[in-house]
Nanobody, 123 residues
Framework: QVQLVESGGGLVQAGGSLRLSCAAS????????VGWFRQAPGKERDFVAAISWSGGNTWYANSVKGRFTITRDNAKNTVYLQMNSLKPEDTAAYYCAARTAGPSSSHYEYGDWGQGTQVTVSS
């Protein structure tokens, strides 16, 4: 099991940027696939991006491809989500999650979750 804490959310104007961080505790963090998900009020929790344990493979939702970049620093036990060209429809609570199996875009397949960080994009 790994404990996750997100940070970096906030209020930004459309077209702006934010970088979210997901800090993990646990010596085996480097063996986890980490995903970012987001959830707007009244909506399902949607996949945003995921990164392999080594950082060598990444996956993105079509809605964020080309605008968001997921990276990780295993020495710092941290995964980042760089979000550029933000749009009002990116407004949501953003969560990071971890699993020891392969990557998945289904939030049901992740067992460890952070508490979330709010991102609000104004038009």
């Amino acid at each position: 099991q790994v404990q996750l804490v997100e940070s970096g959310g906030g209020l930004v104007q459309a077209g702006g940027s934010l970088r979210l961080s997901c800090a993990a505790s646990g010596r085996t963090f480097s063996s986890y696939v980490v995903g970012w998900f987001r959830q707007a009020p009244g909506k399902e929790r949607d996949f945003v991006a995921a990164i392999s344990w080594s950082g060598g493979n990444t996956w993105y939702a079509n809605s964020v491809k080309g605008r968001f970049t997921i990276t990780r620093d295993n020495a710092k036990n941290t995964v980042y989500l760089q979000m550029n060209s933000l749009k009002p429809e990116d407004t949501a609570a953003y969560y990071c999650a971890a699993r020891t199996a392969g990557p998945s875009s289904s939030h049901y397949e992740y067992g460890d979750w952070g508490q979330g960080t709010q991102v609000t994009v104004s038009s």
